[in-house]
C-alpha cells in the first residue's frame, strides 16, 4: 500500500506499508522500525559513516524469510551515496558491489523503509576517494555455547579488557543483540590483516590460561559451555552489526553499548537484554556509551 510522500533534510521519499508488523510476537510495526531508526540516529549515524553497509532484510517480517543485500544499485535514489567494493568468490557470481554509505538521515530512512532491520558494518572505512583503508577497528566477538551465556561472556570480557588495557588500549562493550557480547577497540594498523592476526594471539593466549571458560578455535564441538573468541571478525571481508542496529528475535531487541559497571554486574543473560525503547531511554540518560570508539587519537596496533 504506498504511503505518504515525506521531505527529510531535502530528500523526498515514499513511505508504504508503516503499519506492517515485523515483530509479530511484539506487534512492533515497520512504522515503528523506522521511527526507531530516526530517533537513535544522532548516535548511530557516526559509527556506521563511511563504512559500506551490508543490509539483512526482513521485507516480511522477522518470523519470515531473510536476505542480506550488499548490491543496492537497482533500487537506490540517485542521492543515496554508495561505493564499488570488489566481492571476488561472491556466491552472485559477480565480481564487485555497490554498497550504500550511510551518511545521513535521508539514508538511514531509505534504508529502514526496506525492512532493514539489521545493520551491519566492516572495520574498516572507505576515503573520500572511495578507497579501502586499513582497519580502525579490533572487534571481539563473544560467542557463548550453551549452557554457557552472556553472563559468562561478561566474565571473559572482564579479563580481556585487563589485557587490552595494560597494552594501552581503550576497550568498550556491546551486547550482540543477541546472545553474545562484543568488545570494541580503536586502533590505527598498517596492513588490513593486522587486526586479525592480534586477536587470534590474543584469544590463543587467553584460551591457554582458561581453557575450562575460553576457546579460541571454530571447531562447533569445543564450545558447548564455553565462550569463543571470535578473532575472525577482523577479517576485512567481514562485518559486525552495528552499535544500536535492531536485532532480528522475536523482540526488536538492539546491539546495545554498555558500561563497565554493568558488564562487571551482569549475573542474569536478562539483566542486557534491551528494546528499542530501552535504549532510547539509555541514551537519554548516558548518551552514546561507544563515543571513544570516534577519536581520532588511536594507538597503532
Known sequence: MTGPLVEIEGRRLRL???????????GFTKGEVIDYYVRVAPVLLPHIRDRPLTLKRYPDGVEKGSFFEKDVSRHAPEWVRTVRIETPGSSRGSESSDYALVQDLPTLVW???????????????VGPRDGRKNPDLLVLDLDPGA???????????????EVLEAEGLTVLAKTSGSKGLQLYSPVRTS?????SQYAKALAEVLAREQPDLIVSRMAK?????????????NNPKKTTVAPYSLRAGPAPT????????????????SDVVFTAADVLARIEEFGDLFEPLLTDDRPRL
Open 16 to 26: 508504504s506499508n508503516l503499519e506492517k508488523v515485523l515483530y509479530p510476537e511484539t
Open 111 to 125: 534504508v529502514a523503509h526496506l525492512a532493514s532491520l539489521e545493520l551491519h558494518i566492516p572495520q574498516w572505512t
Open 147 to 161: 549452557p554457557a551465556t552472556i553472563v559468562e561472556c561478561c566474565r571473559v570480557a572482564v579479563r580481556l579488557r
Open 191 to 195: 596492513s588490513p590483516e593486522r587486526t
Open 221 to 233: 564441538n569445543l564450545r558447548p559451555g564455553k565462550v569463543f573468541i571470535d578473532w575472525s571478525q
Open 254 to 269: 538492539v546491539s546495545t553499548p554498555l558500561s563497565w559497571q554493568e558488564v562487571a554486574a551482569v549475573r542474569h543473560a
